[in-house]
């Protein structure tokens, strides 16, 4: 029964943290399939990847370090599984997708979380053949709430790096990268150590680390929150020079730059599609601000006119009176719905 249990204790706390980190990225939230393939690469390749490094280090000499408990959680586990969780996001950072610092935290945490729900199987099936329901049910409770977030928040740094270099010019942008892969081994190991000296024996070394994860992802949490607030500053700044060009009506701009208002009907004709203008508007603001930014900037150029084209056709559609919108006066409607 405890090895049965263990499937839907290690499955649903994960797929409940993706969806809240899939939702909390609010004002541009990421495609399902995209953000699903990071989830699937931490559950199947992150630790497959894991599992054949480790014994490949075996096998170059390292048996001995593996062989040391504590060495091997504070020193090797994390060497070995945070690069094989991040490889998917060298992957997925050339998606046109992967905008921005906020971005990487969604997709690293995604990965994060799906390789501690494969690993939280693990342990909680291995715990079940002892038939220590107390032990199981501790064991459980310890790793849903804190070793998935711990591997979650690893990740998310590393993503957070990528996002960050992805749009910026300097040359020494790459240093972001093993920054991140830096703090990402140094959160998961500082949380190994940690447990491991607990069950040594020293349970205030122990006790410890449930304290002082909170505040790491407290931390986390917070610079996350402030990557938002520089997306709504970049919404605002960016869709005003839309206003200004007349794409789109100055009265759009409250609402449009601000996620809880966006959300209330009425301020769009009811035949307008919703969903779509605000996620055309939302993109033309981030391939803006993407333009200024990249060494390559034709892709993000012709992006920019295609967004504008398509704003313009769903005003039209949605019944926008073409005199409250400058760009559209004088413009033929067969333009936008040729016969």
């Not at 599992?51 to 504070?74: E, K, N």
């Not at 969604?106 to 291995?126: K, P, Q, W």
């Not at 081994?185 to 909170?214: E, Y």
């Not at 607030?229 to 794409?247: M, N, P």
Request: aromatic share 10%; net charge neutral.
């Amino acid at each position: 029964m405890l090895a049965l249990l263990s499937v839907p204790c290690a499955v649903l706390p994960a797929l409940a943290f993706l969806w809240l980190v899939w939702w909390l990225d609010r004002y541009d939230r990421e495609p399902l399939w995209l953000f699903g393939l990071a989830a699937l690469w931490g559950a199947v390749g992150g630790v497959v990847v894991s599992f054949v490094t480790s014994d490949a280090a075996a096998g170059v000499g390292l048996a001995g370090l593996q062989a040391d408990t504590q060495l091997r959680m504070v020193v090797l586990t994390p060497l070995i599984e945070e690069p094989a969780k991040a490889l998917v996001l060298l992957l997925i950072v050339t998606n046109r997708h992967f905008d921005n610092t906020t971005d990487g935290f969604v997709y690293g945490a995604a990965a994060g979380l799906g390789f501690g729900m494969t690993e939280n199987l693990l342990y909680f099936s291995h715990a079940a053949q002892g038939g220590n329901l107390l032990a199981w049910a501790a064991l459980v409770g310890l790793r849903s709430l804190y070793s998935a977030l711990m591997h979650a928040s690893a990740t998310s740094v590393i993503g957070a790096a990528l996002g960050w270099m992805k749009f910026r010019r300097e040359p020494w942008r790459f240093v972001a990268l093993p920054v991140g892969l830096f703090l990402a081994i140094g959160i998961h190991g500082l949380w190994n150590g940690l447990l491991a000296a607990g069950a040594a024996g020293n349970m205030a070394l122990g006790l410890l680390d449930l304290v002082l994860f909170p505040l790491e992802f407290g931390i986390l949490f917070g610079v996350f929150q402030l990557c938002l607030v520089d997306e709504k500053r970049i919404l605002e700044r960016e869709l005003q020079e839309e206003v200004d060009l007349g794409v789109i009506p100055p009265e759009h701009l409250a609402f449009l730059g601000a996620y809880r208002k966006r959300s209330i009907p009425g301020w769009l004709p009811a035949q307008m599609d919703h969903r779509a203008y605000i996620r055309a508007a939302t993109t033309l603001a981030f391939r803006k601000h993407q333009l200024r930014k990249t060494a390559e900037p034709d892709f993000y150029a012709l992006e920019v006119t295609k967004l504008r084209q398509q704003i313009l056709a769903l005003l039209l559609g949605g019944g926008i009176a073409p005199e409250s919108v400058p760009a559209l006066r004088g413009v033929d409607v067969a333009d936008y719905f040729p016969a």
